[in-house]
Every structure is written in structure tokens, then in C-alpha cells.
């Protein structure tokens, strides 16, 4: 019964350990998702400032597995290059030991103070960014909370017979407690989560150093395990940053734990305590690799390149995907329309490969992913075709009120999909060559407030796709917030180009047409996919005729 208790206990703390990592990871990419993008985007021209944007998005996002998934989206489609994505990963690495030296202060004293002020946010405010923050800080809560579960929870193993031998053996077999490592953090997903669990076991003193610091190790190795596993079926460049990270981790580890075989590390001269020691050599473990491997970027992005050839793309060598649409279920409306709703969230991700590269294109040459995007267009032509046409069958049979609304409903976004398509094709693009061939350049305010733009509309393609499989109220009312929102950029670049055109600046005057009708493009991109939240809210009755109502609590 005792042990029972112990396991449910231990259990139930890692749970909400690993819930509220996800937790806060979820609520500052709510919030803060196109800003974080955009700094990605406006660090591209230098190594060390994409380490620092990686940094800076880790040590926010609580995960550098999270980072290495969003450089590696913008390697597939050519927003970034292979070099400045491992620069940013490298960072990333190091913000996620920031903010577990943060995480694991003792500061359990803030956990009622967290709660009330998160929860107040979140339940009390009006706007997204205030309701997110509240989520990010109650998160924070939660993880403080757990770690002290998870010290509640292990008080029994203080006792137990069997904690001493196998402490002792992961203390003398290094590689066993590597692999230990490794293989916590790839269970958990989460090298965070890991790591400030073993501080709360070494707090306790149920783990010394000397096993400790080669479990650390292995979390950041199984860290990078876990991007290499997520993109297994990505683009040949997204899975050389995930490879790429995965080898400065495994021989900075190796290296390590040779140093660790035959020298003692001074680190009561960084800490006192056995845990903040753990927590602060993951931290300079970090960045030691940073240091060292971020001059090496290029060799390492060479060495990717054999590692995953360019001829070994999975997504060029793929047949085309088969549509979802499943005509044998042509006579069970609700089949039928969950087949329509799967095959708009492909045509959906269609467009979103579209979309990212575009704004490289503004600035470099690159026939291949202009033809690409061509070739997918065609694709997105032929998916809203059957798409109709499927539903349009369906529609003979017999539909109840509610399942007719829904195909008409379905209809209307695959046209609006279509639509999306011939903006980027043939507005987008053709402003991109117009660009290049009079070889104008935007000035930096205005190239800012492009990409900035740019990256909001894929943040809210990415929460429009979620509200169309979702059918969540919430995430519909704050798709069309985003509206407004990408109202007031669109009006601040108006105004801020118009001041740079009465200040005589040479690349405004040059750019002027181009710049105004990429914004106007954008906003038409972004108003076509916030139409997927209106029947969501219109049946909630919480979309009148003109605007959006207000809701009272």
C-alpha cells in the first residue's frame, strides 16, 4: 500500500511538472509566437545573433526542442539558411539552462503569490497578450508546486534499502547514468523537466553529484534525441539542424564525461548546495558548446550536409500525398464532412509552404523555391476543385440542418484557401521578381515591418488550422482578434512608409508600390483565414452582423 502511494504520488508530481513546461511553452507562443519569429527573422544576417535569438526564445519557451522545431520549419522552406539555424539552436540550448537556473531558485514562497496574480490574468483579462501572460505565469506556479511535490513525494526513499546501491553504481558507471539521462529526457520530452528533477532528487539528497552530473549529460543528449525524432519526415535541411545539434551534443557529452572520469570539477566554488552545483554545470556545460561550436557552424553544417544528403529528401521523393477525401463514406454525412475538414487542413499546410518562403525571396535568389511554390498552387487548385465537387455530392443526400451548415461552411474555406493560393502566386511573387530585378532594396523600418507582418499572418495561419479541427470557441474569438490586431500593423506601416516618403528616404521612394501592396496581400492572406472562426462564433452567438459581441463575466 506504501509503495502504491509513493508511486502515485511521484507520479502525479511529474505529471504536473511536465504539464506545466507545456504549459507555459503553450502561453508565450500564444502571446509572444509572430514577435518570436520575427526575431529570428531580423537575426539572419549574423551567427552570433542568431545564438542570441535562440537564447532568448529557450529561455522564454522552456524548451530548446521547440526552438530547433520552428528554425527547422523556416530551413524547409528557405527563410533561413542551415548555418543560421544551428547558430540558433546552439543558442537554444543554452536558454533552456537559463531558465532552469531560474526555476530551480528557492522561491516556493512565490508559489500563492503566482497563482493569484496568473489566475486573476487569466480569467480577468480582456486582451490575449494579458490572458497568455496569465497562463505563463501560473505555469510557473505549477512547475514551482511540482518540484516541491516531487521533494514531498521521495521523502520515503531517504530509508530505502535499495537507494544507496544504485546510486553507488550510477556514480562509478558513467555511461550507464549517460544512458540514463538520455533516456529520461526522450521519455519526457522535455530536457527541462529532467534536469530540474534530478535537482529536486539531489535537494533531497537522494542523488550526489557524482551520479548526477553524468545524468545531465545525458538529458541534453536525449534533448537532442527528441528533435531528430520529431523530424524524421521533415525536409533534408530541417533534419540537418536536428542532426546537427544532436552531434555537438553527443561530443561535448563524450567529452565530458572523460573530463569527469579523471577531474574533479571545482564546483563549490560555483555553489554550495549539491543541487544548485547540478543545475549551475548544466548551465556551463551549454555554454562551453556554444563557445566552442558556434565558430564551427559552417564545418558543421558541411558535415550535416553528408550526413543527409541533398538527394535524400523525404518530402521530394514522397508521391504526392492521397487525399482524405473518402468517397465510400459519400453517405454518412459525418464521416464525409470529417474527410472534408482532413483534407482542408492539407491544403491548409499547402499554402503555409507557400507562404513562409516569400519574404526571402524579396531579398535572394532561389528558382527552386519559387517554382516549388508554383508547382504547389496547382495542388491547392485541385483540392479545392474536389473538395466542392466531394461535398457537392454529399449535399444529395440526407443532410440534417446542422451538417448542411457545415458543408457550406467547409466550401467557403476551401475557396478562401484557393484564393490565398492566387495572392501568393500571383501577387506575391510577382512583386518578389519586380524586387529583384530592378534590384531595389526596402529600408530597414520597412523591411522590419514586413516581416513582422509576415510573421503574424503564419502565427495565425497556424491558429486558424487549430479552430478548424478544434471547433474551440475561445481559440475562434481570439483568431478574430488577431484581425484587429493585423488592422493596427497594417496602419502603423502605412502611416511610418508614408513619413519615410515625406523624409525622402531613397529605398521608400523606390520601394513605395511594392511595399504597400505586399502589406495590403498580407492583410488579405490573414483576413482569409480568420473567416474560419465566424461560423464557430456565429453559432455560439457570439459574432453579431458587424462586429464581434462583447462578453460579460
Same mark, same amino acid.
Given at each position: !500500500?506504501?509503495?502504491?502511494v509513493? #508511486? ?8 504536473l511538472?511536465?504539464?506545466?513546461t ?7 507562443e ?18 552570433v545573433?542568431?545564438? &542570441?535569438?535562440?537564447?532568448l526564445?529557450?529561455? #522564454? ?12 520549419g &523556416?530551413?524547409?522552406?528557405?527563410? !533561413?539558411?542551415?548555418?543560421g $539555424? ?18 530551480s ?10 497563482l493569484v ?11 490575449r ?8 505565469? =501560473?505555469?510557473?506556479? &505549477? ?8 521533494g ?6 531517504r530509508?530505502s534499502?535499495?537507494?544507496e ?15 540514463g ?15 530540474? !528533477? ?7 539528497g537522494?542523488?550526489p ?32 539542424i ?26 563549490d ?9 547540478l543545475?549551475? &554545470? ?7 558548446? #556554444?563557445v ?11 558535415l550535416?550536409?553528408?550526413l ?17 477525401l473518402?468517397? $465510400? ?5 459525418g ?5 472534408a ?5 492539407? !491544403? ?11 519574404m ?10 519559387a517554382a ?14 474536389d473538395?466542392?465537387l ?5 449535399n444529395?443526400?440526407q443532410?440534417?440542418p446542422?451538417?448542411a451548415?457545415? $458543408? =457550406? ?10 484564393r ?13 521578381g ?36 478544434s ?13 484587429e ?33 505586399t502589406?495590403?496581400? #498580407?492583410?488579405?492572406?490573414n483576413?482569409?483565414?480568420?473567416t ?16 464581434l459581441?462583447?462578453v460579460?463575466?
Open positions: !500500500m506504501q509503495l502504491s509513493f #508511486l502515485l504520488n511521484l507520479t502525479a508530481a511529474i505529471v511538472l511536465l504539464y506545466s507545456r504549459m507555459v511553452r503553450t502561453g508565450v500564444r502571446a509572444f509566437g509572430a514577435e518570436l519569429r520575427n526575431v529570428f527573422m531580423l537575426s539572419r544576417r549574423s551567427t545573433l542568431n545564438s &542570441f535569438a535562440g537564447i526564445a529557450a529561455a #522564454l519557451l522552456q524548451s530548446s526542442t521547440a526552438v530547433a522545431l520552428l528554425v527547422s &523556416f530551413a524547409a522552406t528557405g527563410v !533561413m539558411g542551415v548555418t $539555424s544551428l547558430a540558433v539552436v546552439l543558442g537554444a540550448d543554452l536558454g533552456t539552462a537559463v531558465a532552469v537556473q531560474f526555476l531558485l528557492d522561491i516556493a514562497w512565490l508559489i500563492p503569490v503566482l496574480v496568473g489566475g486573476l490574468l487569466f480569467l480577468k483579462g480582456s486582451a497578450v494579458v490572458k497568455q501572460i496569465g497562463r505563463v505565469v =501560473m505555469g510557473v506556479a &505549477f512547475i514551482l508546486l511540482s518540484l516541491r511535490m516531487i514531498d513525494a521521495t521523502e520515503p526513499l530509508s534499502p535499495y537507494l546501491p544504485v546510486v553507488q553504481h550510477l556514480s562509478e558507471d558513467l555511461l550507464t547514468a549517460f544512458a539521462g538520455a533516456a529520461l529526457a526522450f521519455v519526457f520530452h522535455s530536457s527541462v523537466a529532467a534536469v530540474l !528533477m534530478l535537482a529536486a532528487f539531489c535537494a533531497q537522494l542523488l553529484l557524482e551520479a548526477g552530473l553524468p545524468l545531465v549529460l545525458g538529458a541534453n543528449v536525449g534533448s537532442g534525441l527528441i528533435a531528430v525524432w520529431l523530424t524524421r519526415n521533415l525536409h533534408d535541411k530541417a533534419r540537418r536536428a542532426l546537427g545539434n544532436l552531434v555537438v551534443r553527443v561530443l561535448g557529452g563524450i567529452a565530458a564525461l572523460i573530463v569527469l572520469r579523471h577531474v574533479t570539477l571545482p564546483l566554488a560555483v555553489a554550495s548546495s549539491p543541487a544548485r552545483q543545475v549551475s &554545470f548544466h548551465l556551463l556545460f551549454n555554454a562551453a558548446l #556554444l566552442c561550436f558556434l565558430p564551427l557552424v559552417v564545418p558543421l553544417a558541411a550535416t550536409r553528408h543527409v544528403p541533398v538527394g535524400d529528401d523525404l518530402s521530394d521523393n514522397m508521391a504526392k500525398p492521397a487525399s482524405a473518402d468517397r $465510400s463514406v459519400l453517405t454518412n454525412p464521416l464525409a464532412l470529417a474527410s475538414t482532413r483534407e482542408l487542413l492539407r !491544403m491548409s499546410e499547402q499554402i503555409e509552404l507557400m507562404l513562409s518562403p516569400v526571402e525571396l524579396f531579398v535572394s535568389t532561389n528558382p527552386h523555391a516549388r511554390i508554383k508547382e504547389i498552387e496547382k495542388e491547392v487548385n485541385e483540392a479545392q476543385t473538395i466542392k466531394y461535398l457537392a455530392e454529399m444529395q443526400g443532410l440534417s446542422d451538417q451548415r457545415r $458543408s =457550406m461552411d467547409l466550401t467557403g474555406i476551401a475557396i478562401s484557401l484557393e490565398v493560393g492566387d495572392i501568393i502566386t500571383k501577387d506575391l511573387l510577382r512583386l518578389t519586380e524586387m529583384r530585378k530592378k534590384k531595389l532594396t526596402f529600408s530597414s523600418e520597412g523591411w522590419n515591418e514586413l516581416t513582422r507582418l509576415h510573421a503574424r499572418v503564419l502565427a495565425n495561419m497556424q491558429l486558424s488550422l487549430n479552430v478548424l479541427v471547433e474551440d470557441v475561445e481559440s475562434a474569438r481570439q483568431l478574430v482578434e488577431e484581425k490586431y493585423v488592422r493596427t500593423l497594417e496602419e502603423q506601416s502605412h502611416d511610418a512608409h508614408l513619413a519615410r516618403l515625406g523624409q525622402g528616404t531613397p529605398q521608400s521612394i523606390a520601394t513605395s508600390d511594392i511595399h504597400l501592396d502589406v495590403r496581400a #498580407l492583410k488579405e492572406i483576413s482569409r483565414f480568420i474560419f472562426a465566424y461560423p464557430i462564433l456565429k453559432k455560439s452567438g457570439l459574432l453579431l452582423d458587424s462586429r459581441a462583447d460579460k463575466s
